[in-house]
């Protein structure tokens, strides 16, 4: 069991990695683990460029500065929680995360009724001096 590699398949079948087969060619499991790594970069950017473009089209920088500081601090936690994992020997605590991504849509909550109220704002005082 030790020679194969799964990766569950969202439609419930599996990808199998005979390692054993690899491994004259030259191909570690930390080679395998990476071009994994790298076609999930890929697949990430190629399905987050049209949503990025859109957001780029239509002007939301607002959205799109929440969108990457969210990110960015998951990252940062991410990082840092892995890193203090290996360096104490410790288990990974997940629940700064989940604490981490609720802050996250709190705060994009926050943001939007803001928006709400500034665009509701806008629009009444548009309407009141077009009535006068």
Known sequence: MDNWIYAQVTSGSQWIINKS???PLGITDQHIYIGLGFLGIVLCYILLLPLLRLLVLLQWDKL????SGSLLLLFMI???ETMQAVEFSKELEISY???TILGIIGFGLILFVIQLVQATASLM???NSKSL
């Open 125 to 127: 005082k548009r309407q």
């Open 78 to 80: 991410c990082f840092f």
């Open 97 to 99: 995360l989940a604490d």
């Open 64 to 67: 799109l500065a929440y969108i």
């Open 21 to 23: 087969q690899l491994s």
